[in-house]
């Protein structure tokens, strides 16, 4: 049985139904917020060790959650906030653009002969070369199919520039798509 937003904050503010509540918050939304921060990190053991963080923050801010958002929505801002600060630390270890670019034709001969996983692979190589705020909006947009408005709170920017981030983000894409495709398959 899946529990309302508001019986899981109910579960986990209340010292007795903690475990509960966090059992429950993470049957509710851990799917989602894994491949949202994954999209972002790209590797599996980095987006687990992110999403991990990430529920650990919601717990210990259980406190400052407003009831005027949904719940996935300050989730979603935590998730993006630790994905951010784990690229950050990546940047700061030096990881390098030959690096990235390296994983990634590993990730591409992993998986040849599939090609459904290949053509994801090759998207996320497209995605990976957007800027940061692209980068999160397309996510969100794309695979996440959030509203704009939904987006907007949680990167804390306007509709308007949600939009604007997203449809530079597609073009982009695209054009990547068109430059580069031929080329890899």
């Not at 509540?21 to 990190?41: F, K, T, V």
């Not at 600060?85 to 030959?98: F, G």
Request: charge should be negative.
């Amino acid at each position: 049985m899946k529990l309302k937003d508001e019986e899981i904050v109910n579960l986990l503010t209340a010292p007795q139904t903690v475990e509960k509540g966090l059992r429950a918050m993470m049957d509710a939304y851990q799917s989602r917020l894994y491949w949202h921060i994954r999209r972002l990190i790209v590797d599996h053991d980095g987006a687990q060790d992110v999403l991990q963080d990430a529920f650990i923050k919601a717990y210990q801010n259980i406190h400052q959650f407003k009831s005027d958002s949904k719940l996935y929505t300050w989730l979603y801002r935590i998730a993006t906030n630790e994905a951010l600060q784990a690229l950050n630390k990546m940047n700061r270890m030096k990881k390098t653009d030959e690096d990235a670019e390296y994983h990634m034709q590993n990730l591409v001969a992993d998986n040849a002969g599939q090609d459904a996983e290949e053509i994801q692979v090759f998207l996320q190589k497209a995605i990976q070369t957007l800027p940061e705020k692209q980068k999160l909006v397309f996510n969100m947009r794309y695979y996440d199919d959030l509203p704009y408005e939904e987006i907007s709170k949680i990167l804390d920017m306007s509709v308007g520039t949600c939009k604007t981030n997203y449809h530079y983000a597609k073009d982009k894409v695209e054009s990547y798509i068109k430059d580069n495709y031929s080329q890899e398959f």
